[in-house]
């Protein structure tokens, strides 16, 4: 069995080389991740198995910070730092702002 | 700490599917290298993806193969190498 | 294939990859997915605010011009080219830069003129964030993940780099808990330039260190 994550050898189309900056709520997600392992909260090993297990489709739809950031909160609510109640309520209360973006 | 291997050894690593979280990526199994060096002790990837922090140590070697061997319609010259890490609990000596 | 993808960038792309649109202003699932996240982690005490803005710093600061740096004295230092070898944290330690990042150790792979580096993650996007920063889209494609281990010579000549017969091509897929870094070789000709001659491409392996144009 070979994980969705496991591409070595597989055959792929021309390497897009365009270079982009990373975006502000993209380095949020990397800055998340850092203080989380920082803070022995999550180990990068961690996040890898959860990135393993967002589904093949997930994986390779989403682009790489869409990734992390669902594989980050599936953990925390693994790891019993956030509850799903709280985590629904928060996305709801954050769609009723008036201006959501920080 | 022991280890089993020393640069030079010949291994092949196991063609086996294991559970879980794995770093020993799927076109290198059954494939036959060498121990270029050994890179330390680290704690095992396949028990930390888990949380299990404290989960103990294994060897880790840095493992050269040929990519002629590798992939039998490898394009370049026989001399071309892939180097991967790979924990001595996935090595096999031959 | 090669001629769709000279390493212009101004050239037109016929091959586009559908790319999720990530616009800072547009309000996805993902990114209310972070605001909640963080949001929770500040009001538990994991971390505050400030503390994400002095990541956010800490990741604008880690930029190639720190690989560059560490490439360009070992260029010049023989010493410091050995200690950088054999004990790649203690070298770039000496120079000022902070090596704890995801408790990883990295490792420099030197080129010669007999032997060309190159690194790939084909499990992940593993990188030496500590001297590169965080690593180009590409590099963490599914393309180039799946294709540099396999197909490195085609790979790098699209990239524009074509090595002779008699140099062995070595592929470091980093698997584990070690981070590569490819230690480019020193173009002819080039005493007393400064680090500008190292890209980031160069410390990857998909280029040369190259004198300016």
């Not at chain 2, 993806?49 to 193969?65: K, M, S, T």
């Amino acid at each position: 069995m070979k994980g969705y994550h496991d591409l070595g050898g597989e055959s792929a189309g021309p390497i897009e080389t365009k270079e982009k900056e990373p975006t502000l709520w993209e380095k949020r997600v990397e800055a998340l991740l850092m203080l989380l392992t920082r803070r022995g909260v999550l180990k990068v090993d961690e996040n890898r198995r959860a990135l393993e297990s967002l589904g093949a489709d997930a994986y390779h739809n989403a682009t790489y910070a869409e990734r992390r950031v669902m594989a980050i909160s599936n953990n925390l609510i693994l790891k019993g730092v956030i509850s799903v109640d709280e985590l629904s309520a928060r996305l709801a209360e954050i769609d009723r702002r008036a201006d959501p973006l920080p | 700490m022991k280890r089993a291997f020393d640069p030079g050894d010949r291994v092949r690593v196991r063609k086996v599917d294991a559970p879980g979280h794995i770093r020993t990526p799927y076109y290198i199994r059954g494939k036959e290298g060498e121990i270029e060096r050994f890179c330390g002790f680290f704690r095992n990837p396949e028990e930390l993806a888990y949380g299990r922090y404290d989960c103990e140590q294994r060897a880790l070697y840095r493992v050269r193969f040929l990519q002629r061997h590798v992939w039998p319609d490898y394009g370049g010259p026989r001399h071309d190498t892939v180097d991967i890490d790979i924990y001595e609990h996935w090595l096999e000596r031959i | 294939m090669s001629e769709h993808h000279d390493h212009d960038h101004e050239a037109p792309r016929r091959h586009r990859h559908p790319l999720q649109p990530d616009a800072d202003d547009t309000l996805t699932y993902h990114r209310k997915l972070e605001i909640a996240v963080r949001e929770l982690l500040i009001e538990k005490g994991i971390f505050t605010a400030d503390d994400v803005r002095a990541a956010i710093e800490e990741l604008d600061g880690r930029t190639p011009d720190r690989g560059s740096r560490v490439v360009a004295r070992a260029w010049v230092d023989p010493e410091y080219k050995a200690l950088l070898l054999k004990d790649a944290r203690k070298a770039c330690e000496s120079l000022g830069f902070d090596m704890d990042l995801f408790d990883v150790t990295l490792t420099v792979v030197e080129n010669t003129p007999k032997v060309h580096n190159v690194i790939v993650c084909t499990l992940c996007s593993c990188y030496p964030r500590m001297l590169l920063g965080l690593p180009p889209s590409w590099y963490k494609s599914r393309a180039y993940r799946s294709r540099m281990v396999k197909e490195p010579r085609v790979v790098l000549k699209e990239f524009g780099l074509e090595l002779p017969e008699d140099v062995t091509v070595r592929v470091h897929d980093s698997t584990a808990d070690l981070r590569y870094l490819v230690l480019p070789m020193r173009p002819e000709g080039t005493a007393g330039m400064s680090d500008r001659l190292v890209t980031r491409d160069s410390m990857i392996g998909v280029a040369l260190a190259q004198r300016p144009r």
